[in-house]
Structure formats: structure tokens, C-alpha cells
């Protein structure tokens, strides 16, 4: 699943279930509830202590999480719009939502335009929130944001820029639009607290006590006295716990404070015996507290180290925690000279960016099982779709579904399903709707699949491309040119420590030379058993800020595409493992190296992905003598994995369409 | 020529025109020296207003020159180091000089190293300057910098570094070193003010007048009052002037300030008169005012502005501008609000950036001029090694520049000729030096030739590398693989508006395949008889920073390499020009194109440079069919362009030269 990094003049793409508001009397109870929601929350905005002249709804969870729990989504309450990103900013006279080009469409149908007005972020001449504010509001306006929906890393240009035009910047701590809410009779909903279960060391490969004293061990190298982790998924892979709160992540709502005496985990709810005896046994030692109290206990920390020792106690943490996270450790509000901290890339995440062995060894795993299951998808859908049967997109997923719930270890899907038959192939971000009319898949088709799994032994994500009949020679040829770019990342040496975005031209050189592109990044970290998209490194054209450089056991996908508006779309995507390659390793190019970049040494990839690529598709006499025996090697490679399987279960039918599909090509 | 940007362990290369300091009474006498000009500055340090404890001297002039004039040597002289990059600190009891991989050796033998600390910032454990100050100095300490000396993009890091340790940083106007060799009886050398030629616009294409019409144009936009030009090669560009105060760089020592009503040049001495009647000519109706009172007009300036209208008035200037001009253009110290400033990439550069139509047919033009003069040198150079003859690297540059001087509109070398035979050329900022013993190039060494000239209508800097005798198989397999580098770059095609970074690694793909990289970057920006690097744009493993993204008519150089130290080194450079590609245009990828990335525009490269590769260098079974068809039609185009004006000229050897470098290549 790829990662968008929108071009400026990128096509518009928009998805296809916005809500009908067809209906005139359903058009004025709309309209009625819009504005009732924007005149409360304006004049709650009045009523504070200062009286604010704007208040900022972004898309956001106290976490920063990439997906948020439908009890953070504000913005999509206060303005109806229901994508995935966007920023709303109300003041006592304007309403306005900054998205992208994905979503502008959607914008228009399900936002109230009489109230809305649609601020298109794709296009140069939009100026940014900041840049609007400085221009709209007077000076000596004051601009309030709940801190807790704000990074530190966005809280302070917003900040410096609003300071510059004289206005001010102040965290408004109680959630307005929750307060509205509760005021309205139409409170949000429960946070969610689901059960949170243990990830036994035969699947982590580390036990949480040897977690916790690694980053003890950093903490002393960086002179800190209590290091904060905020990232739902790093507190997940530090404690070894696993939960289902956000959808498609299997993290729960939770802090967790290190210091060289004691681990405390803030969380809803109880916790299981299992859990406890669990953590017991990888001799963590924790306390649990409420997750309600973690800005509190932040308070009296700063406040202890304030006035223990020689003064000059920090404490560490992401800069992208929260604003209220930050101001509570720096103790803003209950000492007169705040607190050092150190708020830059989090240690949890540059360890676990990082896979052990057993994490690997799960990641190569649970790829053969996913490849099974997504085999048996297509080997399925081909025979439905030629035997004349009526197959929709929806229905094709929801089968993949249950293949992949035959396999040991699954634990659901690592996100929403994209099977974009025909034209949706070209929406990226595509999810059908199951309300209303279904796309049928149809035999003159391209059919994009982007799927992936949450395993106990990792997470997969793999997109595969095949025309459900006879592809066109267009398509042929960009098939065969995103395939070409796909191994020219996948068959990439380098030197170890470049960062991710070195790597992304490769992936486009093919279609570049026809004037061909595509309008998302690479490739993408992904967590193990935890966030499909996990930072902080990834493939793009440009670096990710804070990307410390590719190392071996990394996780990234290689996912090049191609996308014809309005006719079909294809992406390739496999996962990749990080391998240091010498003249010994088994990978295509070991025997020829010469050198090791001077020392620094010579990386590779594995490829995790076990699934053919449809030969159909491919214009053999495209392909270099190189890529034609990296593409045949690697089906044989499939074969040989997963075919034993298939004879091990039975499935010959399955077997015998895995051999079909990974006999070697030739050129004609 | 390439610019450097430093891998981490790199292996460090080394100066080998270093000082000897051979005998102890010599070393006596320059310990004493050392000795009493940071006794002086200290003392001079402790008698300031506030006292200084620490002092930092940059390599740096007060326009941000890349390469500074004698009397702006201040670094070198405190500390008796020469390298080319360094900034020194020092402190009532340390002195230090930071500096990076190429100069390690040099500085142990120019520094006295009883006084002066080497920090190899090349290093990832050396402290930045900002942290060692931060962790040396005693809580309340004033650092003093000449704050022409620094950029505000300089400044303000290191500002809030200081701020953040409770140390503060202070601009001290006047400079400390110059003021210490006044009071030792050894003042700094005059500022240059050598004579300012008039460039006609046949050559440049537009006229001043024009420019600054635009620039105002640009400044209505902006909603600027004043618009403050910095950096000589702009205030040259502006005004289609030319100079000589620093070498190499045909540019004079002054400021620009353009108002809606007046163009006010700061400049030492006088203008000649055809100098005037130009500028009058081409409607740039300037007044000239002494170079040293530009900060007082600034501060008035500001002074009057805060006073008029609406009194809501910006001035606008680079980041790269000085902190002091900053403060003057704000007014920091003659008001109370300081102006608003609005500090960003200055409108000149990115309008220099883009060559009009008569520049780059200039460029065009003396590229084949300037390859007639390298081809000429390389058939004598092969002529004499052959005979038998002793030539040295100095005397193989010398020969070159005779013949560039032969070429019409030459105004001199474009930077310093790196000449390296054999080890040398693994050098990569080679310099050989007059004084001492000559390296001579010998048969069986490989030679690399890096220079470039300025003439009236271009710049033109080229790397050619050659074998005097025969080449080894490692060393054909490297030129080769360099070679291909080059050519993926050459032949890319890609989204116009991608900036430089994309680029990089297909310089670098076939030496990534056998473990081998070089350790600069691929490409800078070249000026139009101007500065042979020039921002903002470049080509590198990370995107230059004020990079506005790729357009038709910027000059680029294209120049991958290897290096084995202690050997060999090769590096293939040419400049090319970017272009748009449409069907039609004339370029290999052109007729094949079926798309224009969704409308952004396809862009691909003219090269301009035009010397042939030595083909007994090539292994050619390392080509692809693309690759050879590619060097055979730049051959043949060499052999086209160049062969018929050395014909008309009668040098009918070296055209049989040329005829037989530039025949054909057949595969075996």
C-alpha cells in the first residue's frame, strides 16, 4: 500500500462513496446541523478565557497516529467531510478545510458548501493555514489549537509564524469540538479499550526487560532522566503487547515513562493475567496508571527533577509527541524555569526500525503463508471470471479474506483492501463502498489488488496486477515498465547509510524514458506485526527527514505503478529485506563486486513477496538479459516455496496454476 | 569541477603542496609567530565592551563567496592553515580549527599543532562548533563574530544553540583579525578594486535596464519597498557587469540596492566611462556610491521607510546575505520595531539560474572553442609522451591555456586546473604546486584533466581522463562504468520541476553494481561567464536546499568519477544544457515518448561540452546497444562540429587526431 506524496498538478482523484445528499429535506436537516454545529463551537470558541479569534481541527489523535479512532475524528464531525487527511480552521466568520487533491471531489459532495469553503492544498497558489491566518485574522488575534492534536514539530512553525504577524498561539486544553458535542447532546463516542494481548519472545525475538534496558543504556549515553514514549506502536514493540484499538493497527491507546527506577504504562482498563505474567517473565517491571493522568504525572516528574540532584536533570522525548506532552514534561505550567528536553527522533523507533533475526525469520514466514492465500485469490478469481461468474470487487476481497484466515497466525488484515477492477485501479487510495451498486469485475479488465495481513510473526503488504483476459499492447508496455523499475530497485546495490531516496529513481527510470510516472512515493517502512506504514525511513524523491540512513534487517516496500485515469491501474509491490551483501551472499550481482564503498559496505535486497507477476502482462522483448533471468529466478523461487506447500495440503488445483504461472518465460 | 560534499569515512585525501617546515630554527620563528597573533587576539578579545570568550574566524568574505580574496584570508592567517574550507575558534585558553577530510594532513603540517587543535569534522563523533561552545564554555558567555562574516542562514542556528546553552552571540563590527594585523604591523592587503568591464548584450542576452525592470516587477509582487543585492556574481549579472577582484570569478567587490525609484551601486573607485555609457545605454540608471558606506544607507534606509506610508514596508534579501547587511536592512540598531525583512533565495539567482536564449547559444558556441583548445592539448600531450618528452602536470596546464588562448572572446581560466597523472588523479581537489618537485606524466599513467575557461559568452569546465600508454583491465572496467554513469544522466529523461537530487544515483548505478562510488557530488550549476558553481540547483545524493526544481535552460555540469587513492582517479565531465523534449525534438528518447507526466512537461539534456572519450579506455562489451549507439553519435557530433573549424583553420593534424578518436566504436 503505497504512501502519497502528492505531485503539485496531479490529476485529481477522487474517491467513489461520498455520501447522496439527493434529497432536498435531507439537504436542509444537513444544512441545519452544519451550521448548528459551527455556531456552538463559535461561540464556545468566544467564551474562553481569551477569546479566540480561530481554533485549528486538524486530523489527529493525541499520538500522531497515521489512522485515528473515530472518537478523534473531530474534523470530520465539525465539517462533515469524511477523507482521510485535512485540516479544518473556524473563526467567527469563516470555515474553511485544507485538503488535497484526492479529496476534493469528495469535499464538495459531503461538506455543506454554503458554510465550507474547500482550500485546495495541491495547487501552488493556496497559501498554507499559517500564511491565511497571518492575512485574515488582525493582529493581537489570538489562535487556539487543542495540544494535544499538535506535534511539537508542527506546533512551533505555526507558532514562529503567527508570532511574526503579531498574533498568538495558545493551547486550548479541553477539546472544544468535544465539548460542543457533549453540549449538543451528541457526545463522542467511548475511547476505545479493547484487550490487549502478549506477543510471546518466539515472535518478538527480544524480551520487553531487554527492551527497557537497551533504552536505559541510551538514556545514560544522552545524560536524560526519563525518556517518554507516545507512539502507540512504539509502546506496543517496547512492552511486547499487542492490541486492536485503531483499526488495521494492532496498538492500544497508551503512554509509557521510562526512567532508571521504573516503567509506567498509562492505559485504560485492566490488564490480563496472561499479559501481567507475561511482562513479569520478560522481567518488565511495570506500573499501570490511567491513561487520563500522563500529563499530570509528566508535571510532577518535571517538578521532582527540578529540585533533585544538580538541576540538571532532561528528559527525552519524539518531537512528534504532542504539544501538551511536550509543555507537561518541560512542567510549563508548575515551574518558573521549564525543564530541558530533548525532543528529536524517538530511540524506539530508530530500534525497532531495525528487525532482529526471529523478526526477520517471521517476516520471510508469514510472506509464504500470504503468498499462499493470495495465490489461491487469483487462481480463484481467474476461474470465476472464465467461467462467466459474477465476481465484484468487494466480493474478490472479502475471498481473500478468507484465505487468508486459512492460515496459521493471521490476525486480520494490515489495512482496507484495494481491489480497483478497470478504472478504479487508477484511484490510488481506491475502497469500495459496500452501500449501493458493486463493480463488477469484468474480463476486459486490469485488476489491481493491494492487500495485506497482520501475522504474529509480521505484517505484509503486496499489490499484484492481472488482466482478467487479454491486456492491450498499452498496457502490456507499462506493466512490463513498472515491472522493470521494481527490479531495478529490487536488484539495487548500494552503500549502507544513503538514504531511502536515493533508490526512488530507479523505480521510475523505465517510464520516465516515455514520459510516463507515477503520483506516490516507493516504498515505505513497515512495522512487524504492528503499523503497515512505520516510519522513519522510506523511498521518495525526497529524503524523509528524519531517515538515519538504510541498514540491514530494514523492512521497506519497492512499489512502483502506473495510472491511466478513467481506464486501468498497475503497481507492483513487494516487501524487501535489507540484506549486507559480500561476494559470497546469494544475490544476483555478489560474484562481480569489486569493492565495499571504501568500507562503508554494500547493501541489497530480499525480496519477502512470494507471488507471480502475470507473464501475460509482460513484453518479454522489453526486458534486458539481466531482467528476464531476475524475473524467471524469482518465479522459480515462488515455485519452490510455496509450491511444496500446495502438494503438502493437497491443493493441486492451486499447484498446478502456480506452475503454469512461474514457468520460465523466453524471448520469442 | 566538482563540488564536494563529504561522505563519513571518507578516505582522506590530502594536499601534497604543503609547507615544509624543515629546519628548527624556522619552526621556532613560526611557533613564536603562531604564538603572538593569538596572544594578540586574545588580549584583543578580553578589551571589549562585553568580553568575548570565544571568537570565531569562517572562511568567508561578506558576499558569501564560495572563493575569497587575499584580504578576506583572516582564518589563515590567525592560524597558519591555507586549506581552502575551515572555521577556526578560539578561546582564552583553546584554539581550534574545524575542517574537513581533505585537509587533515595539511593542517598538522601548517598549523602549529602545540597551539592549535585539529577538529575533523568528517567525523561523526567531532562535536559541531555550536555543541563544543555549548559544552566548553561557562553558562552566561559571549561569543563574538564579525557578522559580515555570516550568513543569517549561519546565524541564526548558531544563535539559538547559544541561546539555548544561556550563552549569548554577538556581532562584533569590527574585525578582530584585521584589527590585530594593523596593531602588529601587518595590515591585511588592500581590497581589490581591479577594472569593471562592460559585458554588451549581444553576449548576455538582455539588458540591465531590462533586469532591474523585471526585479521591480517582481518586487510589486512581493510587496517590497527595497530590494538588497549580496552576492557579487548577481550584482555582476544585474548590471552586465564584469570584474576581477577574485580569482577565477570575474566578478567586483559591491552591494545592489534597487528601490521603485533609484539603483544604488556600492563599489570601490571609480567606473571607466564606456562602463557608464553602457549602463545609460541599457537604461539602468544607477547612482555609485563608496563600497564601504552600504551599511549606513541600509540603516537609513530603513529608517526612512519605517516612517512613510503605512509604515508597513519590507526590504527583501537572500538568506545567504551577511548578518550585519540583515541587521542594517532591518535597522536593528536606529529603531526601535526593526523593518520587516523577508530573507529567502534572492529573485536574482533564480532569474540568472534560467539562461536566455543569447547566453545559452553562447554557451553553445564556446564550448566548441573550448573543445578545439582541449582536444589540441591532448594530441600534443600524446604527441610528447610518445616522443619520448618530459612534461609535467604543471606543464601539460600551461600548454593548455596557450591554447585557449588562442580561442576567440577567452578571458581567463574558470578555477584552478586540477592536472592529476597517475596517484594524483585520485586526488580529487588537486592542486600540483610551482614550488618544488614537478610530478611528470609518465606512460603508463592515467591522467586526469579537470579545467575550464571563461569567455565572454560562456563558462565551460571539462574533466577528460586519458591513459598515456595502455590502460589496465580495472582501470578500463572503471573509466567504462564511469562512462555509463555519465551516460544514464545524459540520456535521462525526466518530470520537468523534479529538482537535482533525483538525478544523482543514475551517475552512480554501474559503479553501485561492482561495490565502487565516488565520493562528491554529480553536478553543479555553472554561470554565464560568471562562477563556475552556482546555485541554487545541483545535482547530489540530497537536494540542494533553495533547489526550485529543474527548467529548460539551466546549465549543469555532468561529471561521476572513481577514485583509487594512491593510483588512479577518472572523471568523466561534461556541462549540459536542460532542454524540453517533446516527439519531435532531437534526442534519442524523443521518439518513443507516449506521454508528458500528466502535463508537467518532459525535460531531458543537450550536453554541450565536445572532446571525445578515449576509446582505448572503453570496454565496449560493457555497453548496452544503447549506450554505444549513444558515444558514436556523440562522437561523430564531436567530429562534425569541431573537425570542420580545424579544418578551415589548417591544423590538419589535429583533425587526423580527432578523425581517428572519433571513429566509430564496434563491439568484437
Known amino acids: 500500500m503505497c504512501r502519497i506524496f502528492l505531485f503539485l498538478f496531479l490529476i485529481i482523484l477522487t474517491e467513489s462513496n461520498a455520501r447522496s445528499h439527493d434529497k432536498t429535506a435531507v439537504k436542509i436537516n444537513f444544512h441545519e446541523m452544519s451550521l448548528q454545529r459551527l455556531t456552538a463551537l463559535r461561540a464556545l470558541m468566544a467564551s474562553q478565557p481569551t477569546a479566540l479569534a480561530a481554533y485549528i481541527i486538524p486530523t489527529a489523535d493525541a499520538h500522531n497516529s497515521e489512522y485515528i479512532a473515530p472518537v478523534d475524528a473531530r474534523r470530520e464531525w465539525i465539517s462533515g467531510f469524511t477523507g482521510s487527511a485535512g485540516t479544518a480552521v473556524v473563526t467567527s466568520s469563516a470555515a474553511l478545510v485544507w485538503t488535497d487533491g484526492r479529496y476534493y471531489t469528495q469535499f464538495q459532495q459531503e461538506a455543506d458548501m454554503s458554510l465550507w469553503t474547500l482550500m485546495k ?41 503567527l508570532t511574526k504577524a503579531s498574533m498568538q498561539l495558545t493551547p486550548v486544553q479541553t477539546n472544544l469540538i468535544d465539548e460542543v458535542r457533549t453540549q449538543m447532546g451528541d457526545p463522542p463516542p467511548k475511547r476505545p479499550n479493547n484487550d490487549i494481548i502478549a506477543l510471546p519472545v518466539q515472535y518478538t525475538g527480544k524480551s520487553a526487560g531487554q527492551k527497557i534496558s537497551e533504552l536505559r543504556q541510551k538514556m545514560v549515553e544522552k545524560k536524560v532522566s526519563a525518556l517518554v514514549i507516545t507512539a502507540l506502536d512504539e509502546v506496543a514493540y517496547t512492552l511486547n503487547l499487542r492490541g486492536s484499538d485503531i483499526e488495521y493497527n494492532p496498538v492500544f491507546f497508551s503512554y509509557l515513562i521510562i526512567t532508571p527506577a521504573a516503567v509506567q504504562l498509562f492505559v485504560n482498563g485492566s490488564m490480563a493475567d496472561a499479559v501481567t505474567s507475561q511482562l513479569r517473565a520478560e ?27 544538580d538541576g540538571k536533570h532532561s528528559i527525552w522525548l519524539s518531537s512528534d509527541a504532542s504539544e501538551a506532552i511536550h509543555r ?24 525497532k526500525l ?12 508469514c510472506h509464504i503463508r500470504d503468498g499462499i492465500a ?36 493471521f490476525m486480520g488484515p494490515s489495512f482496507s483492501t484495494i481491489p480497483g477492477a478497470g478504472p478504479n485501479g487508477a484511484i490510488i487510495h481506491y475502497s469500495p463502498s459496500r452501500d449501493g451498486p ?63 531516496n536515493v533508490l526512488d529513481s530507479f523505480a521510475r527510470h523505465s517510464l520516465w524514458e516515455v514520459g510516463l510516472d507515477y503520483a506516490h512515493g516507493t516504498g515505505h517502512g513497515v512495522g512487524h506485526f504492528l503499523n503497515v506504514h512505520e516510519g522513519p525511513s522510506g523511498v521518495s524523491w525526497r529524503p524523509y527527514p528524519h531517515d538515519p540512513g538504510l541498514k540491514p534487517g530494514q523492512i521497506l516496500s519497492n512499489e512502483p505503478g502506473f495510472y491511466k485515469v478513467g481506464e486501468f491501474g498497475i503497481r507492483h509491490e513487494d516487501l524487501v529485506e535489507i540484506i549486507k551483501i559480500t561476494k559470497d551472499s546469494k544475490h544476483p550481482k555478489a560474484a562481480t563486486l569489486v569493492g565495499d564503498y571504501d568500507g562503508r559496505g554494500v547493501l541489497g535486497f530480499n525480496t519477502l513477496t512470494l507471488v507471480p507477476h502475470q507473464k501475460e502482462c509482460i513484453d518479454v522483448n522489453m526486458l534486458t538479459d539481466f531482467e528476464l533471468s531476475y524475473i524467471n529466478a524469482y518465479h522459480a523461487r515462488v515455485l519452490d516455496t510455496v509450491g511444496v506447500i500446495l502438494q503438502q495440503r493437497g491443493l493441486n488445483q492451486d499447484l498446478q496454476w502456480l506452475q503454469r504461472e512461474c514457468a520460465p518465460m523466453r524471448r520469442d
Chains 1, 2 share one sequence.
Open 121 to 161: 492544498q495541491s495547487l501552488p497558489d493556496t497559501p498554507t493555514i499559517e500564511s491565511w491566518l497571518a492575512s485574515n485574522l488582525t493582529a493581537g488575534s489570538v489562535v487556539g489549537v487543542d495540544p494535544h492534536t499538535f506535534t511539537r514539530d508542527q506546533w512551533t512553525p505555526l507558532q514562529t509564524a
Open 283 to 309: 522481567l518488565a517491571h511495570i506500573s499501570v496508571l490511567p491513561y487520563t493522568q500522563v500529563l499530570q504525572h509528566l508535571q510532577a516528574l518535571a517538578k521532582e527533577l527540578s529540585t533533585t540532584g
Open 328 to 351: 507537561a514534561a518541560a512542567g510549563v505550567d508548575v515551574l518558573k524555569t521549564p525543564l530541558n528536553l530533548i525532543s528529536e527522533v524517538s530511540p524506539v523507533s530508530l530500534m
Open 354 to 365: 531495525v528487525k532482529n533475526d526471529v523478526e526477520l525469520e517471521g517476516f520471510r514466514q
Open 374 to 409: 493470495v495465490i489461491r485469490l487469483f487462481k480463484w478469481l481467474h476461474d470465476q471470471i472464465d467461467a462467466g461468474a459474477t465476481v465484484t470487487e468487494i466480493q474478490a476481497s472479502d475471498k481473500l479474506l478468507e484465505f487468508r484466515k486459512d492460515e496459521s497466525d
Open 438 to 500: 458493486q463493480k463488477i469485475i469484468e474480463k476486459n479488465d486490469m485488476f489491481l489488488l493491494d492487500s495485506g495481513g497482520q501475522y504474529k510473526d509480521g505484517t505484509t503488504d503486496i499489490t499484484r496486477t492481472r488482466h482478467m483476459g487479454k491486456p492491450t499492447a498499452e498496457q502490456k508496455s507499462a506493466f512490463t515498465r513498472v515491472l522493470k523499475g521494481q527490479i531495478m530497485v529490487g536488484s539495487a546495490l548500494f552503500p549502507q547509510g544513503v538514504k531511502g
